[in-house]
């Protein structure tokens, strides 16, 4: 039997359920705070990519552009070691040099390990600490969790990707 291969193609239409769903497993539902803005955002309604191996979901990256940068808006590698999260950050970062954009930016919080040093073995710098800026998006959205992994879920790290 072949391996299954991993495939990356764009969001689309017919797909809002599926990434609704994926969204919801993994951030308690769809809207996401905007890095820096101070709002919140539909997550679902936003451009992303979608990658699959063989017919099964294997993972979700939406996007948002804005002022010469794209915001990765939520990331989720549903089959985790498989590369799904670079292939799907490579998606996003193809998007943003073919557009002219300057850099991929993002939010994470302090108890995401995992993904801090995913995202600085890709090539992101962490650029700022917002101390206590897990309380402000909070205040938008109260179901974010007070802890994960024993780790009390207080700042907000923001990295960037000059492209």
């Known amino acids: 039997m072949l391996p299954m291969t991993l495939s990356v193609r764009p969001i689309e239409p017919h797909d809002l359920d599926m990434v609704s769903q994926v969204l919801r497993d993994s951030w308690g539902g769809t809207t996401v705070v905007a890095l820096g803005r101070g709002e919140l955002i539909d997550a679902a309604a936003q451009p992303g990519f979608i990658a699959e191996i063989g017919d099964?979901?294997?993972?979700?990256?939406?996007?948002a552009e804005h002022d010469g940068s794209v915001e990765i808006v939520t990331i989720d590698a549903v089959v985790p070691g498989k590369g799904v999260g670079k292939a799907l950050l490579d998606a996003v970062r193809a998007v943003a040099v073919e557009r002219g954009m300057i850099?991929?930016?993002?939010?994470?919080?302090?108890?995401?390990?995992?993904?801090?040093?995913f995202y600085q073995r890709y090539g992101f710098d962490l650029v700022a600490l917002h101390r206590n800026g897990?309380?402000?998006?909070?205040?938008l959205k109260p179901g974010i969790p007070a802890e994960a992994d024993g780790i009390p879920i207080k700042h907000e790290l923001e990295l960037e990707l000059i492209l």
């Open 56 to 63: 099964q979901v294997a993972g979700v990256i939406t996007y």
């Open 103 to 117: 850099r991929l930016s993002l939010i994470t919080t302090n108890d995401n390990t995992h993904a801090l040093r």
């Open 134 to 139: 897990v309380d402000r998006a909070r205040a």
